[in-house]
């Protein structure tokens, strides 16, 4: 087959170009510099061929090549024509794939997809780690659910990976913005390089992955129908971590270019460090799903050891090319076109590791509850049903205590103010084996943060330095939260100084209803009370926009 790859002496086109020619294609190495294209031809016993694309895109078909493969660009400055490729792909009768991680360029590929149909050309957008390997791990992992509550996927290179400009041009270009993501069954805005977690490759390999848009977030959510959608990066070393936090910070607050010369700069920089650190890195794809009754969490590890982390990108492009015959034509973003077992066979010659886990992923409360959970109503556990982000809304009435101590506690924990209905939204965010509660009265928002106690039916709510233990029990149907014991700043809080909680959750009507009354010692009475009803945003067609 002869393959034509644009970009091919580029960091992952000339991986691709060296795994194509193992694979006895006869291989075209394009670009704009015909010495760096000769030079790699040399090496690798291939051909070179200078193209600009911005001028004469038509010169990739002088040989009248099979398949073209975009390894190039960055494709979100790809001007007012991104599809120029493509379109003559189809025009000269040859195949399409790209290395794009571009959600925007992946996802709108598909406006030629009956031009692709009618001519019978195959045009697959990002046919690279993302999505192209990450779907078909994802495909995979999902096969028995019945419902898919998360698709977690992380990318890790290792610090001593080489860095090509169009990979650094797309994350810096998104520092400073925020990215419409699928979480919860609703569509949220989210900052870009935010929601910092440390991801676990394997038993000694963990780093910390950061929230960015790749073409996974704009098309797993309707593909697989999965409730929640998430994808973090990250950089090996924690200087180069902390320096993309301060940089989203100042364009957060200075919206400034990321010019070309810009990249330049920050391509040096990050060169600089490229002594420290290791040349080893990885993927992770979890996906956690409902089987029956039970929640289950699956993950696929990947770990690329001796520096060949760069041709985990050239993988995908690789297994479909070979399987290219097989593939249905049209024109879309490249989405499971080859199965797991397939991808794995495309890296079988790389020092490459891949493990699979499955363990089962309750979430906290059913955790705690243990065999209680079942007792409590549909939409209380509806609540408490929290695997990723879950967000409720509802009505309140909030009245609050006039004791000077109770005006002093509200204040402290930030309680909402008197209301005789305010709208409410409570947002539950899970963070590792515990949860973030933000509760938002009426543009008022109090955060507290439960994780499980040591006994059990029980629960430990921290409010700043304040931290409660509360007893779970469930009575006709109600969840009760009584305070059992507390600390301030882990000093334990004398029993008598306790406030007083009389908190429960129930069904009423077929719908969640809470009311929370909080009362000081010393007989000061009421500090707050706050009572009305939740329903969940992903149940409301508005939250769904």
Not at 43 to 67: E, M, N, T, Y
Not at 492 to 510: A, Q, V
Request: glycine share 10%; charged share 25%.
């Amino acid at each position: 087959m002869k393959i034509v790859v644009l970009g091919g002496y580029g960091v992952f086109g000339s991986r691709l170009a060296g795994l194509l020619v193992r694979d006895g294609n006869d291989v075209v190495v394009a670009g704009r510099s015909l010495a760096k294209a000769r030079a790699l031809s040399e090496k690798l016993g291939c051909k070179p061929l200078a193209v600009d694309v911005r001028s004469d895109p038509g010169a990739l078909f002088a040989g009248s090549p099979d398949v073209v493969v975009d390894a190039a660009g960055p494709f979100q400055r790809y001007g007012h024509d991104p599809y120029a490729v493509p379109r003559l792909c189809i025009e000269h009768g040859a195949d399409y794939l790209d290395l794009s991680d571009d959600a925007a360029f992946t996802a709108g590929l598909n406006v030629l997809d009956d031009e692709a149909r009618q001519s019978g050309r195959r045009l697959l957008s990002g046919a690279s780690s993302v999505p192209g390997l990450s779907s078909s791990v994802a495909a995979d992992l999902c096969r028995g659910f019945d419902e898919i509550l998360l698709i977690d996927t992380a990318i890790l290179p290792g610090n001593r990976a080489p860095r090509g400009a169009s990979v650094i041009s797309s994350i810096v270009g998104q520092l400073g913005t925020s990215a419409r993501v699928w979480r919860g069954g609703v569509w949220r805005d989210q900052a870009c390089w935010s929601d910092a977690r440390r991801i676990r490759l394997a038993r000694d390999l963990e780093r910390s992955g950061h929230f960015i848009e790749v073409p996974d977030i704009v098309l797993f959510p309707a593909f697989f129908g999965a409730r929640s959608v998430m994808f973090r990066a990250g950089m090996e070393l924690g200087i180069m971590n902390a320096g993309m936090r301060a940089l989203a910070w100042l364009r957060r607050r200075w919206r400034f270019d990321i010019t070309p010369r810009l990249t330049a700069i920050f391509r040096g920089i990050a060169n600089l460090l490229l002594p420290f650190g290791t040349d080893r890195g990885g993927m992770r794809v979890a996906v956690t799903g409902r089987q029956d009754v039970e929640v289950v969490r699956r993950e696929w590890r990947l770990v690329a050891e001796a520096g060949d982390g760069p041709y985990i990108p050239a993988v995908a492009a690789r297994a479909i090319i070979r399987r290219l015959d097989q593939i249905t034509p049209g024109a879309r973003g490249c989405l499971a076109e080859a199965t797991l077992t397939e991808m794995e066979q495309a890296m079988s010659d790389l020092a490459v590791k891949t493990v699979r886990d499955e363990a089962p992923s309750p979430s906290l409360f059913q955790e705690v509850l243990a065999e209680r959970w079942g007792q409590l109503p549909p939409e209380v556990r509806v609540l408490h049903d929290v695997q990723d982000i879950e967000s409720f809304s509802g009505n309140a009435r909030v009245t609050r205590g006039g004791s000077l101590v109770a005006r002093l506690i509200g204040w402290v924990f930030g309680f909402p103010s008197a209301a005789e209905k305010t709208p409410v939204t409570v947002t539950k965010t899970r963070m590792g084996s515990g949860e973030t509660w933000a509760r938002n009265f009426g543009g008022r928002i109090f955060r507290s943060r439960c994780t499980p106690a040591s006994g059990p039916y029980r629960v430990r709510e921290r409010f700043g330095p304040f931290n409660f233990e509360m007893d779970l029990p469930i009575e006709d149907g109600s969840l009760w939260f009584p305070v059992r014991r507390g600390w301030c700043l882990g000093i334990p809080i004398p029993r008598f100084l306790l406030p007083k909680s009389e908190t429960r959750e129930y069904e009423l009507d077929g719908v969640f209803h809470f009311d929370v009354t909080l009362t000081a010692p010393f007989g000061a009475g009421l500090i707050v009370r706050y009572r009305g009803h939740l329903k969940p945003d992903r149940d409301n067609p508005a939250s769904l926009s």
